[in-house]
């Protein structure tokens, strides 16, 4: 599903070169639970860009699907990007000015895709988002806001999600709500790669791996 082959990235800033991600090999099967740790600075977030077709990797190669993304040019990635992968982040990155179901339905120009809106309100009542549609992000609890992001990612059944410190904004209940709903979301087919600092979220986890830089 994922392969990546000695990927590495080295970040050339003013006269340095930041060696922010060593030769990395990593293989992930569909309906796989990854689990990726490193301290602070390790390359996770560098790691999880190159895998998500947004930042093309120094050296090495990243397949997606048996698709080598970076031999794509600009705008067959953006559209492989947008059809195959969903992205959650720890700082959700909701539009403040949008309500929630605004938000989760982005990617579908808003309102005017009316095949997703069915898609939508199933998702909002399994993460329990049903009664705060209408909110914007600024009246939701950290919890609710992460929720809504991962409906956002989940609307259009991706067949990998993309997982950056998806709890380190939020306290332990919500946590372990936020990895449950990624736990289930690969026992259904999907395949989840997450970096995180957070050992504990490893027990939801199918498979594991430590970087450092
Ligand atoms: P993590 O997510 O594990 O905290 P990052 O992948 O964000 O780590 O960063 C890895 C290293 O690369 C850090 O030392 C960081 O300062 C550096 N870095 C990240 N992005 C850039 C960039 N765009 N330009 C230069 N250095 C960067
Ligand atoms: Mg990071």
Known sequence: MVSL??????????????????AIDLEVNQGEFWAINGRSGSGKTTMLLTIGAMLQPSYGEVKIR???????????????????????????????YLNVTENIMIHQQLRSDGNYVSAMRSLTEQLGL???????????????????????????KPELILADE????????????????????????????????????????????????
């Open 5 to 22: 082959k000695s990927v590495g990235k080295v970040y050339k800033y003013k006269m340095q070169e930041i060696n922010a991600l060593k």
């Open 66 to 96: 048996h698709r080598n993304i970076y031999t794509l040019n600009d705008k067959e990635r953006t559209n492989f990007r947008k059809e195959n992968i969903g992205f959650i982040f720890q700082m959700f990155y909701l539009i403040p």
């Open 166 to 213: 998806p709890t380190g904004n939020l306290d332990e209940e919500n946590s372990r709500q936020v990895l449950q709903y990624l736990q289930d979301y690969t026992k259904s087919g999907g395949t989840v790669i997450m970096v995180t600092h957070d050992r504990s979220a490893n027990e939801y986890a199918t498979n594991t791996m430590n970087i450092s830089n």
């Open 130 to 156: 049903e009664h705060r549609l209408l909110h914007r992000p600024s009246e939701l609890s950290a919890g609710e806001k992460q929720r809504v992001a991962l409906a956002r990612a989940m609307l259009k």
